[in-house]
């Protein structure tokens, strides 16, 4: 699996965009970059990924570079409610598939304030 | 639509006692998986299933079992229950392939003492 480098943690104010880097250097071609978020120990909620063009929903937006050794979600208002731990993954490569396995490292604490 | 079901939410256990956390999914999702996430941690991979009949270890498999017979039910099992095992455990599930959302359950919180 390609391992992820965040920042431990970020501070953000309330009502600006949150832009959380990451860096996946050694990804593969085929591994998708993924972000989740937990709050307070509760199950981690989903919130984008994207295999190599720029990807926006209801929550974020994700960019990845051209060469997909980095990638940026961003929270474009954050609120107090967006302060938790955030984790890039990247997909586990087993056969070209993920097997829905997921490998987390520390995260990045955001906290958002007033 | 449920998503991804975990019981019990809580759970204190007897060193050496045995028990099992259920996980269940009604999405017809084909892969589950088990976590655990230790104080301050990340989550760390304990088993997981590609289909009915079918498992595999994880990161950390010492200390549980996992079968799975249906589609919906991916139990995991703690044989003889240790202190180290306390942790919170979460169940997760998504769609055979690559690039799918993978959904989690809510965490089943375990104390062994």
């Known amino acids: 699996d390609a391992k992820t480098t965040q920042p431990t943690s970020m501070d953000c104010a309330e009502g600006r965009a949150a832009n959380l880097p990451c860096n996946h250097s050694?990804?593969?071609?085929?591994?998708?970059v993924y972000w989740y978020r937990q709050i307070h120990s509760q199950g981690p909620q989903y919130i984008i990924h994207?295999?190599?063009n720029n990807e926006t929903n209801e929550m974020a937006s994700l960019i990845i570079t051209e060469d997909r050794k980095s990638s940026t979600l961003i929270l474009p208002h954050a609120t107090l409610r967006d302060t938790a731990v955030y984790y890039c993954?990247?997909?586990?490569?087993?056969?070209?598939?993920?097997?829905?396995?997921?490998?987390f490292g520390q995260g990045t604490i955001l906290t958002v304030h007033p | 639509n449920a998503g991804v079901t975990q019981t019990p939410k809580f759970q204190v256990l007897k060193t050496g006692q045995s028990m099992t956390l259920q996980c269940a999914q009604d999405?017809?999702?084909?892969?589950m998986s088990w976590y655990r996430q230790d104080p301050g941690m990340g989550l760390r991979l304990i088993h997981y299933?590609?289909?009915?009949?079918?498992?595999d270890q994880g990161e950390v498999p010492n200390g549980y079992n996992v079968s799975r017979s249906t589609t919906e039910d991916f139990p995991l099992r703690l044989l003889s229950a240790a202190p180290s095992q306390t942790s919170v455990y979460f169940c997760?599930?998504?769609?055979?392939?690559?690039?799918?959302?993978?959904?989690f359950g809510e965490g089943s919180w375990l104390t062994v003492v």
């Open positions: 997760a599930s998504t769609r055979s392939g690559a690039g799918n959302t993978i959904y």
């Open positions: 050694t990804i593969s071609g085929n591994e998708y």
């Open positions: 994207g295999l190599k």
């Open positions: 993954i990247v997909s586990a490569n087993a056969g070209g598939t993920s097997y829905g396995k997921l490998t």
């Open positions: 999405m017809n999702h084909e892969y």
């Open positions: 299933s590609v289909g009915a009949g079918i498992t």
